[in-house]
């Protein structure tokens, strides 16, 4: 379905920078690797912004933005140059080859609960050997993201993402939700009782508000790694990658119950 479409420049900067410095070592070794944006809107921009933060990793590879709307794929085309392009398409991906990673951001939200796991299966099953789907969702500025990585086997992990500043409670994420678990914060399923956990624990780390957000977010982060699966080791994990507002769990942290894929 073609979405509302609307985008900003440096939407996306944060899960850019979380693919870049997490699994750049994807297109540091793959062969001629393809990148793929799905569903990147009405400007292409955030596609030419992915493009000039992968080619700081590795200057041959190819990004290609792919839209269900032919009037915005034409729209894009003044941007195109070498390895970078635009083609009309949907989850099908028609590609040339596998892609190595596939971004889709702010695609799945007005599909049912079903249907995106449904989309989160035949992205996985698309993706080249060893690759993955950064599926996610974020505000308009990009302030707040919630994305997941998966693999050919299913869902990885889940990267929470925001700017600290302004930041009430971390549970204000939760309307970031992936569309796979956004119906699921709900008294009983495990994303409510981890965003209950994380509020307290930037609730407990209060009194480092005197020294900014980002040292109060680090010291929850290393709070409530103490009773759930927090990476706490880089490259997903550590101060290093929470004090720029992350937090990363693998995805067994916060699955749906039973009867769930």
């Given amino acids: 379905m073609v979405t509302r479409g609307t985008t900003n420049p440096n939407r996306l900067r944060r899960v850019d920078r979380w693919i870049v410095a997490v699994h750049g070592g994807l297109l540091r070794t793959a062969t001629s690797p393809l990148v793929a944006d799905l569903g990147y809107g ?12 992968l080619r700081a990793v590795r200057r041959d590879v190819q990004v290609t933005g792919v839209e269900i709307d032919p009037e915005r794929v034409l729209a894009a085309q003044p941007f195109a140059r070498p390895g970078l392009d635009f083609v009309r398409g949907g989850f099908e991906l028609p590609l040339p080859r ?5 971004r889709a951001f702010n695609v799945l939200r007005q599909y049912t609960e079903a249907e995106a796991w449904a989309a989160w299966s035949t992205l996985a099953a698309a993706v080249a050997p060893g690759g993955l789907v950064v599926e996610g969702t974020c505000d308009e500025l990009g302030r707040r993201a919630v994305w997941v990585a998966l693999g050919a086997a299913g869902p990885e992990t889940i990267t929470f993402s925001a700017r600290l ?5 971390p549970s204000e994420l939760a309307e970031r939700l992936p569309k796979t678990l956004i119906h699921r914060n709900v008294p009983g399923e495990p994303v409510h009782a981890l965003l209950r956990d994380l509020d307290r624990a930037w609730a407990s780390a209060a009194p480092l508000r005197a020294f900014g957000a980002r040292q109060r977010w680090i010291a929850a982060c ?3 790694a103490g009773s759930w699966p927090v990476q706490t080791t880089p490259p997903a994990g550590g101060p290093g990658r929470w004090r720029l507002g992350e937090l990363t769990l693998p995805w067994s942290a916060v699955a749906p119950g039973p009867g769930v894929p």
Avoid at 43 to 50: D, G, K, N
Avoid at 98 to 102: G, H, L, N, Q, R
Avoid at 165 to 169: I, K, P, S, Y
């Fill in 42 to 53: 009405a400007s292409p921009v955030t596609t030419v912004e992915l493009f000039r933060r």
């Fill in 98 to 102: 596998p892609a190595v990673v596939i």
């Fill in 165 to 169: 500043a302004g930041l009430a409670q």
């Fill in 222 to 224: 290393g709070s409530l």
